[in-house]
């Protein structure tokens, strides 16, 4: 369908030659009824004549089109604007078009050489535009061109006074199509090149031939049209060829140091990187850079991060009781309508436990403190860090108060290509023993390519679902508040709970916690598989995909394989997944040892005196000063000698072999692999082990209390 504008009425000032004359004549041609303005000035704005624009309206009438001539300035933009209502009764379109020259290098360019300009190409733009501004408003519909100029994009020498307003009609152009947006009116700017009286002055004569104006005219019919949804565009139009413009931003670097002055000095240091326009971003709106001033840390530069890998953060301490665990508890959905929570939900219950995944809660601080931020060589925009996974894993069940204290280590960062993942790994002890082990993975977004490795075998990957139908499915609504109870415990990211914040991430409302529905998943498995005992709960592990609003119901569905459950887990009103490759590992029922650790081989404590050898390598000469004695064990199977090992922290920085000691053991301990797992994982005591004759000690019984300095941290394996 060609494109009419049969009933619109377009206004083209400067309209008695050049390109002004082409728009004039293409309107026409396609029903248009059209107000043909021009003061007939000469080039530099002097004289008047009524001359030009008269004969275009005949050349219009001539071929049987409507047409009215104008002869005001458009400095007079109402008396314009007044003689298309007068002859047609409305205004639709408005082509800024007029205009003149008054080429001087800057040095000679006087006041009225400068003011001219601006007064016929910028104010003039203003004045018609605005006379025609309401009547657009009201009918919801407008189409309006600024022409803007090369000269004004990129500067032209003694142009000065005519880049100046032309650059300027691009800035009055950028605000009208935002305001106008929402009443239909649309407001584009061209910088056209053309032969005509103006370019006639600056180029040679077949240059000029070959650029006709009625290969700029076109485009800005279309733009004027109604189905052209185009607004705050800026094209360069001539010769029959059209281009898009755009604004290109360098991902820029923070100069600013935390708790230090900004100074030039670090500016310079770092011009090159301010300025490299490597990975360059588009900025097509005002929000992105204040959004950036606001939250003060500016763009990502991630070259150096390598450094950052093995730096820790200062330690956080976590103190809390009952309150903390109930809040929480809530905050992931548990309800006193449900009586197997209320173990959970009340402290006065003879069972009263944390639920398992507290245990993010009380790590959390060392992400939310923005102790990232301050890791030398990681520099971060934290406007742009999504939460991509977690593992979680309890060395024994949470305490329900207490103080625990958490020691946060950039266990890797990775590059994907799009963006960068942190691993950051959480140790969080009570007192001098170890609770639980998080690792947080931290995805910012715009952060990669810096040429880092792609994966880390410190990463505790998400594992797919076997592929049947699961063995079990857990359908669960969250509230409308969800998200806002679940943030008081500890995770207040504006994100959550504030509109117009959601909205500059590009939400259409505050999204549901990542880490809410990863509580609500693990309680899930709790209940199906573990009888909602935590002290069955050993590790989670999941993969956030898509975020869940509040008031969306969350279907966990469930595999069971062996002492691992695979979750998955849905919003189910829209069938999408939230949280993938996601699993809980689970100790057995009886109580027994986690299954996983006798994969390594025959004995389950093989895993154990591993890590017990990798200790006293890294602090064999600490231990050795601590407890000087020399430690033989003997592990027995099935009632029979299965394994012997040394521990020797009486020489040199220590040692740990597997076989007996070459002279004599100053204590020797026979255990079964199974009571050593539970020693070791502190749900058998020692002395009662021994009493009841499941560890047999040879030699200085007292040295073996020196073992728990040994053991204590098995747990971090
Ligand atoms: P032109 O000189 O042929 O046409 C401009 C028209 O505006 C003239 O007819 C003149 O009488 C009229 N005019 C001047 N002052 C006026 C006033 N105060 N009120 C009403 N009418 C007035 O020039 P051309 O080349 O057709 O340029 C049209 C527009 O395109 C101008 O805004 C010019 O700056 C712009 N432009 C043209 C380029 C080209 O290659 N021709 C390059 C870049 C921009």
Known sequence: MSLSFEGRVVLVTGAGGGIGREYALAFAE????VIVNDLGADTKGGGKSSAAADKVVEEIRAKGGKAVANYDSVEDGEKLIQTALDAFGRIDVVVNNAGILRDRSFARTSDLDWDLIQRVHLRGSFLVTRAAWNHMKNQKFGRIIMTASAAGIYGNFGQANYSAAKLGLLGLANTLAIEGRKYNIHCNTIAPVAGSRLTETVMPPDLVASLKPEYVAPLVLWLCHEQCQENGGLFEVGAGWIGKLRWERTQGYIVRQRNQSMKPESIRDHWEKICDFTDATKPANIQVPLHGVLTLSVFSYFS?????????????????????????????????????HLRFLYEGHPDFSCLPTFGVISSQAAMMGGGLSSVPGLNIDFTQVLHGEQYLELYKPLPTSGKLTSEATIADVLDKGSGAVILLDVNTYSGNELVCYNQFSVFVVGAGGFGGKRSSEKAKPPLPPPKRSPDAVVIDSTTRDQAALYRLSGDWNPLHIDPSFAAMGGFKAPILHGLCSFGFAARHVLKQFADNDPSRFKAIKVRFVKPVM??????????KEGNRVHIQCKVKETDAVVLAGAYVDLH?????????????????????????????????????????????WEITKDGKKAAQWTIDLKSGSGSLHKGPYSGKADVTMTVSDEDFMEVVQGKLNPQKAFFSGKLKVRGNIMLSQKLEVILKDYAKL
């Open 30 to 33: 396609r029903g248009a009824s």
């Open 304 to 340: 150096s991060q390598t450094k950052a890998v093995g730096q820790k953060l200062p330690p956080t301490t976590f103190s809390f009781n009952h309150t903390q665990c109930i809040l929480y508890a809530l905050g992931v959905g548990m309800s006193t309508k449900d009586p197997d």
């Open 550 to 559: 509040p008031g969306q119901s969350l279907q966990t569905e469930m595999w």
């Open 588 to 632: 057995g029922a009886s109580g027994a040892s986690p299954e996983n650790l006798s994969q390594g081989g025959g004995l389950q404590s093989e895993l154990v005196f591993a890590e017990i050898g990798r200790r006293i390598k890294d602090v064999g000469s600490e231990l050795v000063k601590k407890v000087n004695a020399v430690f033989g």
